[in-house]
């Protein structure tokens, strides 16, 4: 089954700085990465889609000069938290879909371990 | 847009069954999808449908009723471990097929 790596799993920062989360498909290639955010006791809302070799599609209210991603490789999409405050805190999670329509039935999308990010 | 509506809480006895609900309104509809999640933990797959009807996997099934915006999943012979958070996700149509979750149903099984 499809494998995805995110890094790291927890980070502690001070406010204005900047924080890199890494996104990894280890055995299969993907062209197209989803980063979500999670509030505790709520479910996961889409903030981008990863698009390899282009510039990433961000969701209504999400700030593309805030959450920067990168995906500058068939393996690896990053979602930078830059200049980071408080109300940044919050677990961030990436997901790959599968290839092919076996794959949908099979196992959907994998999701990375997701990061727990604190901002003090 | 996707809207997508399903109890916050239910709770249940060990050994039994529970069905969680979820409806939907879409505006372009490819599949739905219901995960599993532990607290702190990644989402992990329990099943998709696209067509109508029921897909059964193990003590799990899912049902969907696309004319009806509606799905359900179903556990059967509960065990402790089941105690988790369940999320329904509708995949959109377009060719990113990119999801978009409902809140989450958490689940407490008693002995």
């Known amino acids: 089954g499809a494998v995805v790596s995110q890094h790291p799993s927890r980070v502690i920062c001070k406010s204005g700085t900047s924080v890199k989360i890494e996104c990894r498909s280890l055995?299969?290639?993907?062209?197209?990465m989803f980063w979500y955010r999670q509030f505790p006791k709520k479910s996961l809302m889409l903030m981008a889609t990863s698009n390899e070799g282009s510039k990433a599609t961000y969701e209504q209210g999400v700030e593309k000069d805030k959450f920067l991603i990168n995906h500058a490789s068939l393996t690896l999409s990053t979602l930078t938290v830059t200049s980071a405050h408080p109300e940044d805190s919050s677990f961030y999670i990436c997901?790959?879909?599968?290839?092919?329509?076996?794959?949908?039935?099979?196992?959907?999308?994998?999701f990375g371990s997701g990061t727990r990010l604190t901002v003090v | 847009g996707q809207n997508i509506d399903q109890p916050t809480e239910m709770t249940a006895t060990e050994g039994a069954i529970v069905q969680i609900n979820c409806t939907y309104q879409t505006s372009g509809f490819n599949g739905l999808f219901w995960y599993q999640q532990h607290a702190g933990e990644a989402p992990t797959f329990l099943s998709y449908n696209v067509l109508d009807g029921l897909e059964e996997k193990g003590r799990f099934s899912s049902f969907l009723s696309r004319s009806k915006g509606y799905s359900y999943l179903l556990l059967k012979e509960l065990q402790m471990k089941d105690s988790a958070s369940y999320l329904c996700?509708?995949?959109?149509?377009?060719?990113?097929?990119?999801?978009?979750f409902g809140d989450g149903t958490t689940l407490t099984v008693k002995p």
């Open positions: 997901s790959v879909p599968p290839s092919g329509s076996n794959g949908l039935r099979s196992r959907g999308y994998t």
């Open positions: 055995d299969f290639q993907a062209t197209t």
């Open positions: 996700a509708v995949r959109d149509n377009t060719n990113a097929g990119k999801s978009t």
